[in-house]
């Protein structure tokens, strides 16, 4: 409230308990007093006296940012409902938000902060109270909050950019400079009230921006008291608004997102966000950072700059993934095997083993041949060539990352970021039963649980975490027991039907089963995350973390951890388990006794698990940028339909920011974790999937431009925080990487047929055609496929029909023929691929691991060019700040220094040259 404004108070009388609080009997008598009568910390803690916001009328100006008088500006909105307009069936609960409510308003503007309540005009119950930060309580937190402000403008000279040749290209790629101006670069230093005149205030006004002021604002409504009684103190407006004491608190979008603001001074910075960046007409432009950064924060505007570094690091690992594809698509026609596979002749006179008991049949392995010419596309030596490039992809992406990341550091003053002791959580705090001598400052403090008690809760949810990582491996089973099922369904029909002996050639058992395993394992995995999601969170309230930070990292390592397995187990199973213990013909292994395992195509499992990957990557993809689009707008239609109005009358700014939707507590958490997983994808399995860099690519320039839309025009103006970096996904990501070459390399090993076709070529292509070292691709087919005799299938495994003059069938492994003194064992052939596959493996990680080692020293973290200007910056801070000091106490202390110096018989001259030095 201003210096002669007056405050309406309100004494408490009579105390009473009532479900665990202490509720105070309110006696309605208005008393009126002046300003200088506020009441004190004393008056509040004894509970003597609570004040009420001055109450203010809605002065038609919709678009208005400030209290009625036109010149205070609002730093945040309360908004509580009025028990008094609402008849309820409990009394004692209308008591108990009406004093905690008037309690913590009075605590507020003890504390220096001015307040201004204002009445819906759509809803008569609904109350706004606008709150206001003065100058010196703005002055006073920026220091507490070690905020860094101008203090002189950088006079280091920028290198120029190597594009600016290309400026008349490159500018329609950036946002337009007339509309969102480059601001002038500033050295910055810890802000420091005693020292004002030293830094950089051209305007008051505009001296703090409106994030900063809305951030202090927070900081003050989260330390608030609401309840003093004797040793128990409860504050902050989270617990507030967990209790319904008041139904929201935000800080207001500048203006609305599609009409500019003709308010005076209004910097309608939404709407140039929207413009430049959330408006699909924007999708090919560079992101706003600076201004985003301004209006949201530097916790937002890090989540968006990584995400458009990673989307044009993407672009480079696309368009070799796509030469990588084309590459395949070209000669999937001219690859030798694939044409003995399609050839008559060869592939025509093939009887391959059936590949199921009883009821398959045999069949001709040509009848695979669109298959194979399809797996010719993504298993071919330009394969090799893009796995090793991503390895190297990924280590270029994280090295630069933090180049990026540490200029966005030292741009956005987050260097010396200093994170404050954090508050406890209301759910911490509400269950502070125990007592425990804190270890740094000695002193006793309330604790919800003895150490064995900390162990218990750990435990419990370590084991409900592996409760459900055990569940998603059940469905893993449950889906390759259907696939088994599948197989002999499908192989069956296909076998039976005379009319699909056209469409034969196309759709195989194997792609039958593959596509609606894929479909349902997708489904599953939705349901589980679904599920899981519910679970995660109440393991994580129930382990009850101290702090947001300690909430926020325990929750991140459970989802990832689980959507870790649920996402990528499938693709982990098609990739190392599928087809590598199915026996031979004559002694199959059974899954449980029951299910004969099943076996990969002639030409392996890598066309399986591209199949998988597609779905589960372009299926997860839609689902999330089709939820993430109707569910905040649904719900806002809703809402505006529900609460319709005149169009003639006049809204104000803060209740049309109280009708968009709430930012959810865990803020970006969703988003980092979907774009995480992605990169997973990405990663951990393009070996056999060439083209998921593109689709990463596709889904992330929509994801950019619907997450601005979302939070620009169906949200409310998230609160602005401060971020160094990307917090705990930093090490997630590092982790993925390093995880990734190894899988890449034991995908090229173990499930693509690279190693046995580069065998064969080096040192088997002597049989049949021609003399050892005549290298050629001719006759892998026959190499690749042993035989075996018909009667040797036991009476479980033996089909019910066999064609006539057949004695042999083919199947796929490395084995001696029947007649072999070690008949059905394995031949030399199987153990020189598999010395080379454990030899490729080795060396492939360790040429890549040495360049990744290499890569990460010779890329240093933090650019030249930063490390000079922070140097600078600290040098300047030094010499403005600290210096100006030194002197100013010499200077206080120099008449002491002379009586001294003059007692002890030195000369004036001496004195003046000792001093000044």
């Not at 006296?49 to 609002?74: C, H, M, T, Y």
């Not at 400026?167 to 790629?173: D, E, L, R």
């Amino acid at each position: 409230m201003s210096g002669n404004d007056i405050v309406e108070m309100e004494s408490l009388t009579e105390t009473e308990e009532m479900d665990g609080d202490i509720i105070s009997g309110m006696v309605e008598e208005d008393l009126v007093y002046p300003q200088e009568f506020l009441p004190t910390y004393e008056s509040i803690k004894e509970g003597a006296i609570v004040a009420k916001a001055q109450l203010a009328e809605f002065n038609d100006k919709p678009d208005s940012l400030f209290f009625n008088d036109g010149v205070r500006r609002i730093d945040f909105i309360l908004v509580y409902e009025d028990e008094e307009m609402k008849d309820f069936e409990k009394r004692h609960v209308f008591q108990r938000h009406k004093r905690r409510r008037e309690y913590f308003e009075a605590s507020l503007m003890r504390m220096g902060i001015e307040l201004e309540a204002t009445r819906s005009v759509i809803d008569d119950k609904l109350m706004f109270v606008k709150v206001h930060m003065p100058w010196d309580v703005l002055c006073t937190y920026a220091e507490v909050l070690h905020i860094k402000l101008p203090i002189q403008p950088n006079d280091l000279s920028s290198r120029p950019s190597p594009w600016r040749y290309f400026s008349f290209i490159t500018k329609h790629f950036y946002p337009n400079e007339n509309l969102i101006r480059k601001e002038t670069e500033f050295f910055t230093a810890p802000f420091e009230k005693s020292r004002l005149e030293y830094f950089h205030v051209r305007d008051k006004d505009a001296f703090f921006t409106p994030s900063m002021r809305s951030r202090m604002a927070y900081y003050i409504l989260s330390r608030a008291p609401y309840e003093i009684r004797g040793p128990v103190k409860k504050f902050g407006i989270t617990k507030l608004l967990d209790g319904g004491v008041y139904k929201a608190a935000y800080p207001l979008h500048d203006c609305r997102f599609n009409v500019k603001s003709n308010e005076e001074g209004c910097p309608n910075e939404r709407y140039l966000l929207y413009e430049e960046w959330a408006h699909p007409k924007s999708f090919y432009k560079m992101q706003p950072l600076d201004l985003i950064r301004k209006y949201y924060g530097e916790k937002i505007g890090i989540y968006f700059a990584w995400l458009g570094f990673y989307t044009i690091m993407l672009a480079l690992a696309a368009v070799v993934g796509l030469g990588c594809f084309i590459y395949g698509y070209k000669t999937q026609e001219t690859s030798t095997w694939s044409k003995e596979v399609c050839d008559p002749e060869i592939g025509g006179r093939i009887l391959m083993c059936p590949q199921c008991d009883n009821a398959c049949k045999y069949w001709r392995l040509n009848s695979t041949c669109e298959a194979s010419k399809k797996l010719c596309i993504f298993d071919n030596f330009g394969t090799l060539v893009f796995a090793v490039f991503m390895s190297i992809w990924v280590t270029v992406f994280l090295e630069f990352w933090k180049r990026y990341q540490a200029e966005l550091e030292y741009e956005w003053d987050t260097v010396e970021f200093l994170e404050q002791e954090e508050p406890p959580r209301p759910e911490f705090e509400a269950k502070c039963i125990y007592e425990r001598k804190n270890p740094v400052t000695g002193v006793k403090e309330k604790v919800p649980y003895t150490a064995c008690g900390r162990c218990v809760r750990v435990s419990i949810g370590i084991s409900t975490v592996l409760f459900w990582i055990l569940l998603i491996v059940a469905s893993i089973v449950a889906i390759t027991v259907y696939r088994l099922a599948a197989f002999f369904a499908f192989a069956q029909k296909t076998q039976d039907l005379k009319e699909l002996e056209p469409l034969k050639e196309y759709v195989t058992p194997q792609m039958a089963t593959s596509v609606t395993a894929s479909l349902i394992s997708f489904v599953v995995i939705m349901i589980l995350n679904i599920l899981y999601e519910r679970v995660a969170i109440w393991i994580t309230d129930f382990e009850l973390p101290r702090t947001k930070t300690d909430y926020e990292n325990s929750l991140t390592l459970k989802m990832f951890l689980f959507q870790f397995v649920n996402y990528y187990s499938s693709c982990f199973y098609i990739a190392f388990a599928k087809g590598k213990v199915v026996g031979f013909p004559g002694k199959p292994v059974y899954l449980l006794g029951k299910y004969r395992n099943e076996e990969c195509d002639p030409g392996g499992c890598l066309i399986e698990l591209t199949t998988q990957l597609s779905i589960i990557m372009g299926g997860k993809a839609i689902w999330n940028n089709i939820q993430e689009v109707l569910l905040p707008w649904v719900k806002n239609l809703i809402s505006r339909y529900c609460t319709r109005v005149d169009r003639e009358k006049e809204i104000p700014r803060w209740e049309q920011d109280y009708r968009l939707q709430p930012m959810s507590k865990l803020g970006l958490f969703y988003e980092y974790l979907e774009m995480v997983i992605q990169f997973g994808f990405v990663t951990l399995f393009v070996a056999s999937f060439p083209l998921a860099p593109i689709l990463a690519l596709v889904n992330n320039l929509f994801e950019i431009r619907v997450d601005a839309w979302k939070i620009t025009t169906q949200f409310r103006r998230i609160m602005p925080e401060k971020a160094q970096d990307i917090g705990a996904w930093q090490p997630i990501l590092q982790g993925v990487a390093i995880l990734a070459v190894a899988t890449n390399a034991m995908i090229i090993a173990f499930t693509s047929d690279m190693i046995p076709r580069l065998v064969y070529y080096w040192s088997f292509s002597v049989y049949p055609y021609g003399e050892y070292g005549n290298h050629t691709m001719q006759g892998y087919i026959n190499t690749s496929l042993s035989t075996f005799n018909i009667t040797d299938f036991s009476d479980f495994s033996r089909p019910l029909s066999t064609p006539d003059n057949i004695t042999t069938c083919r199947y796929r492994d490395f084995r001696y023929p029947p007649g072999h003194p070690r008949e059905y064992e394995f031949n030399v052939y199987y153990w020189h691929v598999i010395a080379a596959k454990m030899a490729f493996i080795i060396v492939v990680e360790h040429i890549v691991y040495l360049t990744k080692f290499i890569l990460s020293y010779v890329i240093p973290d933090v650019p030249y060019a930063v490390k000079e200007q922070i140097k600078r910056e600290k040098y300047l801070t030094q010499v403005i700040l600290h210096e100006t000091n030194l002197k100013l106490v010499t200077k206080r202390l120099k008449p002491a220094i002379e009586d001294t110096m003059k007692d002890a018989g030195v000369t004036k001259d001496e004195m003046e040259l000792s001093l000044d030095f």
